[in-house]
């Protein structure tokens, strides 16, 4: 059954609908940012798909010319071969200019094997990087390694994923209720921050959040969050309080680099009094991080 379908830009959710639109029997294009001339709205490798009966899903730019690329996606598919087209600075499209003054180039690819979205899908899900590796030439699409880096290999383009962060929380009151509706309003699964759970499910996606005015009941999972790889770790408190906590961990025997791990005093803009600025301050934060925005 087709999940219902909205707008959106995060790669998890245009994969997810490319493979149902496959599944469902429908001709799809995806759309591959591949060069940025100047600036651009979006990172290179950023995905569109565009189905046969003309619906897409995905940004390209800032929604200047996602309408003239579904009509590429469309041609390309009729004709049964990919293509690559240019807009903004330097486009034999006079009529469609960028905003931001720059151009963009896109790879539009006829999609003739399902099995590459799936594994990305499968990936993404697992809270692990993935890449596709797309040859012009070849008109081939394949999977890569997620390790390596967006952009062009000779005459291959990388196109690196990033999963979507997932929030393990651990706070009392208004504050982790008002963080936890702005996160999961922003997509962010939020998990309840045990040191069990820290330590089981934390991966490189993970952003760790201890919002406590008392040392002692952070202290465990603190510990579990520096043990694990999550890309971040945010704990509450005044300079003097993370003073005190730097002093306690040294004690313990964390090294400089795994102290230097850590956002404390948490949240992006100076210190907060209420519950509301406090968590966009957070949030902010999590996701000005690379990993949180997909670079």
């Keep these: ?26 001709r799809c294009a995806l759309v591959l940012l591949v060069e940025i001339i100047g600036g651009a709205a979006r990172a290179l490798g950023a995905p569109m798909i565009v189905r046969e009966d003309g619906l897409y899903c995905g940004f390209v730019s800032g929604g200047c010319v996602e309408a003239a690329v579904a009509r590429e996606g469309l041609e390309a598919l009729e004709d049964g071969t990919d293509r690559q087209c240019r807009f903004g600075q330097g486009s034999p499209y006079l009529d469609i200019v960028l905003p931001c003054g720059g151009g963009i180039v896109l790879a539009v690819h006829v999609l003739r094997n399902g099995a590459v979205i799936g594994r990305v899908r499968s990936a993404l899900a697992a809270g692990l990087p993935a890449a596709l590796s797309y040859s012009p030439p070849d008109q081939r699409l394949e999977l890569a390694s997620g390790e390596q880096s967006t952009g062009w290999q000779a005459d291959r383009f990388i196109a690196r994923y990033q999963p979507d962060p997932r929030l393990f929380l651990s706070a009392r009151g208004l504050e982790g209720e008002m963080l936890t509706a702005l996160a999961q309003a922003a997509g962010l699964e939020v998990i309840a921050a045990t040191a069990e759970a820290v330590r089981d499910q934390a991966g490189q996606n993970a952003a760790v959040v201890m919002l406590h005015h008392d040392l002692e009941v952070e202290e465990p999972i603190l510990r579990a969050a520096l043990a694990s790889p999550a890309f971040y770790i945010g704990c509450l408190g005044s300079r003097r309080t993370h003073d005190r906590r730097l002093h306690r961990l040294r004690a313990e025997g964390y090294p400089p680099e795994h102290l230097a791990r850590l956002h404390a005093p948490i949240g992006l803009f100076g210190p907060t009094r209420t519950a509301r600025a406090l968590a966009v301050s957070v949030l902010a934060e999590i996701l000005a991080e690379p990993t949180a925005r997909g670079a």
């Design 1 to 26: 059954m087709l999940r219902p379908f909205r707008m959106t830009d995060r790669p998890s959710e245009i994969f997810d609908l490319l493979h149902d639109w496959q599944s469902a029997g429908y």
